[in-house]
């Protein structure tokens, strides 16, 4: 198993930017793709970006290309999100989730694909 913790979440204006950070613990951290998910009030948990274990292959929600970066350091067990040019859109809790890798040959996006979740960390993007 491995265990998912999220930082760097806070209240930010619209423009400015924001880098989440996901540390793991547990089973080796490159045994698993990781994805960031966000889920807003009175809305379905939506698929934000994810890595595959080697960080060669990235996949990102149209909502979020080309202002989101998603990356990993294998030796220190932590996913990042980078996070610019925010909007109040993107106002959501925001989590960390771990697959195995062995399991998909590509970055999955649903919710059901990830065994493991983290708490989540919420970011706040005002106008």
């Known amino acids: 198993q491995v265990q998912l913790v999220e930082s760097g979440g806070g209240l930010v204006q619209a423009g400015d930017s924001l880098r989440l950070s996901c540390a793991a613990s547990?089973?080796?951290?490159?045994?698993?793709?990781m994805g960031w998910f966000r889920q807003a009030p009175g809305k379905e948990r939506e698929f934000v970006a994810g890595?595959?274990?080697?960080?060669?292959?990235?996949n990102y929600a149209d909502s979020v290309k080309g202002r989101f970066t998603i990356s990993r350091d294998n030796a220190k067990n932590t996913v990042y999100l980078q996070m610019n040019s925010l909007k109040p859109e993107d106002t959501a809790v925001y989590y960390c989730?771990?697959?195995?890798?062995?399991?998909?040959?590509?970055?999955?996006?649903?919710?059901?694909?990830?065994?493991?979740w983290g708490q989540g960390t919420q970011v706040t993007v005002s106008s």
């Open positions: 989730a771990a697959t195995l890798r062995i399991l998909h040959t590509i970055v999955v996006v649903n919710v059901g694909e990830y065994n493991y």
């Open positions: 547990g089973r080796t951290f490159s045994s698993y793709d």
């Open positions: 890595i595959k274990w080697s960080g060669r292959l990235t």
